[in-house]
């Protein structure tokens, strides 16, 4: 007697795997921000990464787009198993897959750095600081570094600058090594533990930071993917303000005369204003507003010293 033969196994294509796992990641309530804004992005990201696939690859209906192109069952399960990590450890996905990207460049991250996401990036890539630097600036200072990848953008932006990347956390500045090294960069950005810009005597012609802001209330309403990264690079203390009120006390007399601070603030403007209501500065348009990401000139530092000692003094 001859036996039916088993029915072939379901085809199962790129965009369904990607349909799946955004499914899986809304109704697991994950949270979004670390290089991604909604589930079907991220999705894509860790279904794409998986595969050793471009993270540019097109998807789409289109007969002849990737997302038609079947998966053999063993990376299903490789794809399945990093979609149950995602959801059991709610670690950033960068975190999973070690990499990160900012401006279109790739920058290898892990637990011991935040994940980058600075909209100081797409200032250096767009252009937007260069009219506000002198004819001869050649030294930037990229100061909570991090992983390292402003520092590496700035250098990319400026070939003709040397670049400084300082942080307080040993661990940090040992991920931003891997990542001066892997772009090529080791002769032009220089990295330097230091506790605000204690080690960090310039002058500069531009400094870049962007600090720990995040004020308390808001730390304690985090969720798991925000305090799955180093703390030491989101809390700013009561009101957001801690590091950015030393920082502002202190540079400039770190800073040449026609120097400017970068500084992002993410969502705390109402906080920075209220701390330093007569300071005058400029904000930078991003592609989260106008409200994150603020200029400051030496001048106006300078101008707005004794004012500003006296609220560090005694806030």
């Known amino acids: 007697m001859v036996r039916p033969s088993a029915a072939p196994a379901a085809r199962v294509t790129i965009g369904e795997l990607i349909a799946r796992g955004s499914r899986r990641l809304t109704e697991a309530g994950v949270a979004f921000g670390h290089g991604t804004t909604n589930a079907r992005d991220e999705a894509a990201w860790l279904v794409l990464w998986c595969l050793g696939l471009p993270l540019d690859s097109p998807l789409g209906d289109e007969?002849?787009?990737?997302?038609?192109?079947?998966?053999?069952?063993?990376?299903?399960?490789?794809?399945?198993?990093l979609f149950d990590d995602r959801i059991a450890t709610r670690k950033p996905a960068a975190y999973l897959t070690r990499e990160a990207w900012l401006a279109g460049v790739p920058f290898y991250v892990d637990e011991r750095a935040i994940v980058p996401r600075s909209f100081i990036a797409e200032l250096l890539a767009d252009g937007s600081i260069d009219g506000w630097l002198s004819d001869r600036t050649r030294r930037v200072l990229d100061l909570c570094t991090g992983n390292g990848s402003l520092a590496c953008l700035a250098a990319m932006a400026w070939p003709e600058v040397a670049v400084t990347g300082a942080d307080l956390s040993p661990d940090a500045l040992a991920v931003a090594r891997i990542n001066v090294d892997k772009h090529g960069l080791q002769a032009r950005v220089q990295l330097v533990e230091s506790d605000g810009l204690a080690a960090c005597p310039g002058p500069w012609d531009l400094i870049l930071c962007n600090p720990p802001y995040v004020n308390a209330q808001?730390?304690?309403?985090?969720?798991p993917e925000y305090r799955a990264e180093p703390a030491l690079a989101l809390a700013g203390g009561p009101d957001g303000m801690d590091f950015v009120r030393r920082l502002l006390q202190d540079a400039p007399a770190r800073m040449r005369e026609d120097a400017v601070l970068v500084l992002e603030i993410?969502?705390?403007?109402?906080?920075?204003?209220?701390?330093?209501?007569?300071?005058?500065?400029?904000?930078?348009?991003?592609?989260?507003?106008?409200?994150?990401?603020?200029?400051?000139?030496?001048?106006?530092?300078?101008?707005?010293?004794?004012?500003?000692?006296?609220?560090?003094?005694?806030?």
């Open 63 to 81: 007969p002849d787009s990737i997302s038609n192109r079947p998966v053999a069952p063993a990376d299903q399960a490789r794809v399945a198993t």
């Open 218 to 223: 808001s730390m304690a309403r985090l969720p």
């Open 266 to 315: 993410g969502n705390e403007r109402a906080f920075f204003e209220a701390a330093f209501p007569e300071l005058p500065v400029f904000w930078l348009e991003t592609s989260a507003g106008s409200d994150q990401v603020l200029l400051i000139t030496r001048q106006a530092l300078s101008g707005a010293g004794a004012g500003m000692a006296g609220r560090v003094a005694g806030k």
